[in-house]
């Protein structure tokens, strides 16, 4: 029994060490600001992505390939 009780004991303090790790609420400001999002202006890319799509004639995200006549 007690094998069983040890692993299972390091296994709770483990989960119990990372219960911590998320945003403290006095740090969120800080992390919705503007220049903090991966995509600081997302209208603009969501311009751009149209524009691109509309004339490469490709759809999905820029990882995928694909390509046309640009006739749209």
Known sequence: MTCRLI???L???AMSA???IGVKP???GTLARTD???DPYPIESHLDDHIYFSKEAA???RGFGGG???CN
Do not use: F, I, K, T
């Open 26 to 28: 006095w740090q969120r």
């Open 7 to 9: 692993p299972l004991l």
């Open 18 to 20: 990372c219960s911590d």
């Open 11 to 13: 296994v709770a303090l």
């Open 36 to 38: 903090m999002q991966l």
């Open 68 to 70: 046309g006549c640009g």
């Open 59 to 61: 759809s999905g995200g």
